[in-house]
């Protein structure tokens, strides 16, 4: 296991990860990149309580994120934030690497 400051959480992410991982009693958030979507590649967000050996851990505020290397690849540069609009409630991921996203905000592909 390593750290690695190439990907940020952002203040508010931070907070909601650490008041939804205390409530499920879970020990991380896993932000991962897998093949699929509409535009390519799709995020996916999930609860994790056992880090990866290869997992980079970001820690923020009382918060735990785990990304695989191959996601991590995908997502460098980039912060995972909270919304909370008036459409609802979401993760999201600034991601500059990303060339297109969908309408939806899940999916993207690259150049």
């Not at 939804?20 to 979507?37: F, P, Q, W, Y």
């Not at 990304?67 to 934030?81: K, Q, R, T, Y």
């Amino acid at each position: 296991m390593h750290t690695e400051l190439s990907f940020g959480v952002s203040e508010r992410a931070a907070a909601r990860i650490a008041e939804i991982t205390a409530a499920e009693k879970r020990a991380a958030l896993r932000v991962a990149v897998l093949a699929g979507g509409c535009s390519g590649f799709q995020y996916r967000f999930e609860l994790d309580d056992e880090p990866q050996p290869d997992d980079v851990i970001i820690r923020r505020e009382g918060a735990t994120v785990l990304i695989d290397p191959v996601s991590l690849d995908l997502l460098a540069g980039g912060e995972l934030d909270y919304k909370d609009e008036l459409m609802g409630s979401y993760f999201a991921v600034h991601n500059p690497n990303a060339a297109s996203a969908c309408g939806c905000g899940t999916s993207f592909s690259v150049e």
